[in-house]
């Protein structure tokens, strides 16, 4: 085997610097006809900290494929398809991730002493700075930004070496099974049990995690990431280092350690790979120990755009114009984990200028803005949302956000402040849109108040995305058939897709999720059934009539489309007796 020199100069440090690759890669995509001149050094001017090809990609003018095609062409090598090749672990571990990410490369197989690499940019000066760093020959191919990046996350587990932390774990329990409490076991910043839990919140986040659990189940340890709204297997664990785990994460959350039988909440904020998180934790006893359970908020990532959202165009239009009135109540309602709140701030997005006051309270504060006021609720500071709410009235608001209404006092001055010439946006938990309303008249809100004050209601749910690597034509089942059809959906042209499942989707079938939304819009004969209190298929059937399509109607066009399954829209939305 060759040793590597201890002193010779890092391969990173030495590839070619970033304007450089930019230079080089607006030469290619000018000489191909995919952009012009002008398009590329508007693209360089932006300061967002993205790289030429990712401002192009975002900004719709060229396709990340495309940019794929034209490199590959460009060199004269080969464009990789990930759909059918997927990365072979001891080819993988031939590149520490750091630099695998640096360089935008990934190894994928090795034959003979040759290791084929897969990067966005084969260029001479880009390949041998990747061969310095994998050590052996290269053989370059091209993958596109996207494909590039899934595949290193699939391909560089930040779990792969739990095991062996595990057993270290073990070894020293057995050293002090006579301690009486496990305290010391999170001292080290080396600790193996320190090590899991750093590892299985990276990897929750290097998997788009939004929840991780940690279940005691008898002898073992489960660990499941809820990914794109369904929980999924991620690691078993010896019940021996759950007491440690639980132990490790209330240490970070700023929890009591000695108290397991009373339920718990924390907060962690760390930085993981660059990015900042703040984790919400939350421990309850169960039979075989304590659970805890972290929602993951990735402080980093970006806000959504309404239009972004997955609302069709004419919705899309009613709904900005709604939350563009002066006054008002604006109700977005949905079960918890529905999206509730990134359409809210998708909203706040839109409204933000330096001639309106914004203030929100919430519970926790999900997103940050510098220029939005934001309160976070604190019930044992005596900051409640009723409470804080008042407080905002006084501090001269035009548009208020309220993370939820959870009780009669916090709906009756959003009511109020709605009737006062505020715009106010807030959050409900009802299964669909008129549903909300009579929730506010179960709360014992008069009914001529919220006929006055609430100005529309968008009702929404998640459904996963079928994965677009691995698209294929499938026949739904009867009883998917008859709920497609119940709804008025077709046949699409050329069938049916679904996603069959590969390694970008973890073999589930879906990638991400898109909205589906049921917009009320409370016209002048809305209210009069307000008032009256009509029953609540009436009041249903009125929508409709004035132009409201149902979650149901919504959700069967993206069936029709190939954005998702019938299977997920049952699962994610069917309402019964609606």
Do not use: W
């Not at 932006?46 to 990712?54: F, N």
């Not at 369904?230 to 132990?247: C, E, H, K, Q, Y």
């Not at 005596?382 to 009235?393: D, Q, V």
């Amino acid at each position: 085997m060759k040793v590597r020199s201890k002193h010779r100069a890092d391969p990173v440090s030495s590839a070619p610097s970033r304007d450089e690759d930019e230079e080089r890669l607006a030469r290619v995509l000018v000489a191909a006809g995919l952009v012009e001149p002008y398009q590329v050094d508007a693209a360089r001017a932006s300061k967002d900290g993205a790289t030429l090809a990712q401002r192009l990609i975002s900004s719709g003018l060229v396709k990340d494929e495309l940019i794929a095609r034209a490199v590959a062409a460009h060199y004269g090598t080969v464009l990789l398809d990930f759909r059918h090749t997927t990365p072979d672990p001891e080819a993988a571990a031939v590149l520490p991730r750091d630099q695998a990410v640096a360089l935008q490369a990934l190894p994928i197989s090795v034959e003979d002493d040759a290791v084929t690499v897969a990067v966005v940019d084969p260029s001479p000066a880009r390949v041998k700075a990747v061969t310095a760093a994998v050590g052996r020959p290269v053989r370059a191919v091209v993958a596109t930004h996207r494909d590039l990046e899934r595949a290193m996350a699939t391909a560089y587990r930040a779990t792969k070496d739990v095991g062996s932390h595990v057993q270290a774990f073990e070894a020293r329990d057995a050293l002090r099974r006579e301690a009486s409490h496990l305290d010391g076991v999170s001292a080290s910043e080396d600790a193996p049990v320190v090590r899991v839990v750093q590892m299985i919140i990276t990897q929750g986040l290097r998997d788009r995690a939004s929840d991780i659990h940690v279940e005691p189940t008898g002898d073992r340890v489960r660990v499941r990431y809820r990914i794109d709204g369904a929980l999924a297997d991620v690691l078993d664990l010896p019940g021996s280092i759950g007491p440690a785990l639980v132990s490790r994460v209330k240490i970070l959350g700023g929890m009591n350690i000695v108290e397991r039988r009373r339920p718990q909440d924390g907060q962690i904020s760390i930085t993981v790979e660059g990015r900042e998180v703040d984790i919400r934790v939350a421990t309850t006893a169960v039979v075989g120990g304590e659970k805890v359970v972290m929602r993951l908020l990735d402080k980093s990532r970006s806000l959504f755009k309404l239009e972004q959202l997955g609302m069709p165009p004419d919705t899309a239009d009613r709904y900005s114009a709604l939350i563009h009135s002066p006054y008002g109540m604006v109700i977005c309602a949905g079960p918890t984990g529905g999206g509730k709140t990134t359409t809210l701030y998708a909203s706040l997005g839109e409204l933000n200028s330096p001639d309106r006051n914004l203030m929100t309270i919430e519970d926790p504060v999900e997103y940050t803005f510098d220029s939005i006021n934001q309160i976070q609720i604190n019930e044992q500071a005596g900051i409640t949302f009723a409470g804080g709410l008042k407080s905002i009235l006084r501090q001269d608001p035009d548009i208020i956000l309220v993370g939820e209404i959870r009780d009669v006092d916090t709906a009756r001055i959003a009511v109020q402040s709605a009737l006062t010439g505020h715009l106010v946006l807030s959050s409900l938990h009802a299964t669909e849109a008129v549903s909300a309303l009579y929730r506010l008249l179960d709360m014992g809100i008069e009914s001529f108040l919220i006929a006055s004050s609430v100005t529309a209601v968008v009702a929404q749910r998640l459904v996963r995305r079928s994965c677009t690597s691995c698209l294929a034509v499938y026949q739904p089942s009867p009883e998917e058939l008859g709920f497609l059809r119940a709804f008025g959906a077709g046949e699409p042209e050329g069938g049916f897709v679904h996603g069959t499942g590969c390694h970008f989707c973890a073999h589930t079938g879906f990638m991400e999720r898109i909205g589906v939304y049921e917009l009320l819009v409370v016209t002048d004969e809305v209210r009069e059934l307000i008032i009256e209190r009509a029953p609540h298929d009436q009041m249903r059937k009125v929508a409709r009539t004035q132009g409201m399509r149902t979650l149901q109607e919504q959700a069967v066009r993206l069936v029709e489309n190939g954005t998702t399954t019938a299977a997920e829209v049952m699962r994610s939305i069917y309402v019964a007796g609606v």
